[in-house]
C-alpha cells in the first residue's frame, strides 16, 4: 500500500486538512488522518483528478491540418451507427498536455455538423491505445439548431432550415417506431433492422441517451417537443446563448441534465450572440443539474480549470466549483462508481497542487492515474 499526504484534500465533496490518501493496487483504500502504507508523496493540495464531459480531442489533433481533422463524418447528415473511438489518436499532443493540468478523462464525441453523430467515448487521455483508453459510453451524439443546417455542402442528403433537419430526424424515429410496434404486435412478424436503425431503437426503448448540442431557448423547447413525442433521454450540450431562467427551470422538472460550455470564446455564429458568462446566473439559480466541458479544441481541454473562476465570481467556493468538473461531470456522464471524488472503491487517480490550483502560480507537480504517478514535474 502507499500513501499521499495532502495539507489540504477537495475530495469532490468537501474540503480535509492534513488528510492521507491510502492507495491499495489501482484505487483509494481509505482517506484519513493516518498514513496505512509507505509515503509516496506530500503536496500542498490534493483535487481528484479532472473529467472533460465533452470534448473532440483525440479527433482534432495537435499539430495536424485542419482537412485531416476527423469529428465530423461529412457523408451523410445521419450516421447514428458511427463511432467516435473509431477516430481517435491517442498520440494526439492535446492529451500530454491534459495530463500535465490533471485532465485525465475526457468523453469524446462527433462534432456537430450532423443531425446524428455517432456514439461517444470516455476514455483515458493516458490509455496505449484506444482500446485501453475505452472506459464507457455515454450516449449519442445529435445537433439541433444552426450547425447541421450549416453543412448544406457536403454530401447525403442535406437540411437547409430547422425545420428540415428535425422532419429528416422525426422521419428517422418514427420509421423505427414503427418497425417496433409492428415487432411487439406479433412476435413472428419478420422485422429487421439495418445498423443504425438498431441504434434508433435503442434511443427509443430508452436504453442509450441523446447527448444534443443545442444553444437557443427555442432549439432547446424543440428538443423537448421530440422528447415528448417520442419519449427520449436526453442530455442538453452547451446552451450558451440561453440568457432567462424559464428553459433550465424546465429542464430541472425534468430531469434533463446541461453539460454547460465551452466558455471564452468567440461568439463566431448569430446563434451565440447572446453568449455571455453571466449567463450563469441562469443556470445557477434554476438548480438544473450541470457538468462543464471545453468542447477541445474549442477551449483547450488544459483550460478545463481556468473556467472554473466564472463559478467563483458567481459565489460558489473553490470546493463547489471544483465538483463541476470532478463529481458533477463524472454523475452526468454515468462514472461516479469509479471517478470524480477521492473516496475508497474509487480509482486513486488525483492531483497533487504546488499551492492553490486557483492561483495564477499553482501547478500540478504530481498526477496520479488507477494508483500509478504518470507525471511528476521536473521544475
Not at 39 to 45: K, M, N, T
Not at 178 to 196: F, I, L, R
Not at 326 to 345: Q, S, V, Y
Amino acid at each position: 500500500m502507499q500513501t499521499i499526504l495532502g495539507h489540504s484534500v477537495y475530495t469532490g465533496t468537501d474540503v480535509l486538512e492534513n488528510a492521507y490518501i491510502n492507495i491499495e493496487g489501482d484505487v483509494i483504500a481509505s482517506v484519513t488522518g493516518k498514513p496505512a502504507g509507505e509515503l509516496a508523496g506530500e503536496y500542498p493540495v490534493i483535487t481528484p483528478a479532472f473529467i472533460d464531459a465533452h470534448s473532440h480531442i483525440g479527433m482534432i489533433r495537435a499539430g495536424e491540418p485542419s482537412d485531416e481533422a476527423e469529428a465530423n463524418e461529412r457523408m451523410d447528415a445521419m450516421l447514428a451507427h458511427a463511432d467516435a473511438l473509431d477516430s481517435i489518436q491517442m498520440d494526439d499532443d492535446g492529451l500530454k498536455d491534459s495530463i500535465e493540468a490533471g485532465v485525465l478523462y475526457s468523453c469524446v464525441l462527433p462534432g456537430s455538423g450532423n443531425i446524428i453523430g455517432g456514439n461517444s467515448a470516455i476514455i483515458r487521455n493516458y490509455g496505449q491505445n484506444t482500446n485501453d483508453a475505452l472506459i464507457r459510453r455515454a450516449g449519442i451524439k445529435a445537433a439541433f439548431g444552426y450547425n447541421p443546417m450549416s453543412t448544406r455542402e457536403w454530401k447525403g442528403t442535406r437540411p437547409f432550415t430547422r425545420m428540415g433537419a428535425l422532419a429528416i430526424l422525426r422521419a428517422r424515429l418514427h420509421d423505427v417506431q414503427q418497425k417496433m410496434a409492428k415487432e411487439q404486435a406479433k412476435k413472428d412478424a419478420d422485422v429487421t433492422y439495418t445498423a443504425e436503425e438498431t441504434v434508433f431503437k435503442s434511443l427509443l426503448k430508452g436504453e442509450d441517451r441523446l447527448r444534443v448540442h443545442v444553444h437557443k431557448s427555442d432549439d432547446v423547447a424543440a428538443l423537448l417537443r421530440f422528447v415528448d413525442e417520442f419519449e427520449l433521454k436526453v442530455v442538453v450540450e452547451h446552451t450558451c446563448d440561453v440568457h432567462e431562467e424559464a428553459i433550465y427551470r424546465e429542464l430541472k422538472a425534468r430531469g434533463i441534465p446541461v453539460i454547460y460550455g465551452p466558455m471564452d470564446t468567440l461568439a463566431y455564429k448569430v446563434e451565440l450572440k447572446h453568449e455571455n458568462w453571466r449567463n450563469l446566473k441562469y443556470l445557477l439559480d434554476s438548480g438544473v443539474e450541470f457538468g462543464l466541458m471545453t468542447d477541445h479544441p474549442v477551449i483547450l481541454q488544459k483550460m478545463l480549470l481556468f473556467e472554473l473562476r466564472w463559478f467563483l465570481r458567481m459565489g460558489l467556493s473553490k470546493q463547489q466549483a471544483l465538483e463541476i468538473i470532478t463529481r458533477k461531470n463524472a454523475e452526468i456522464l454515468g462514472i461516479a462508481d469509479i471517478l470524480g471524488t477521492l473516496a475508497p472503491g474509487k480509482w486513486a487517480s488525483c492531483v497533487g497542487w504546488n499551492g492553490d490550483p486557483f492561483s495564477l502560480a499553482g501547478y500540478p507537480v504530481a498526477v496520479f492515474a488507477e494508483g500509478k504517478r504518470i507525471y511528476q514535474d521536473e521544475g
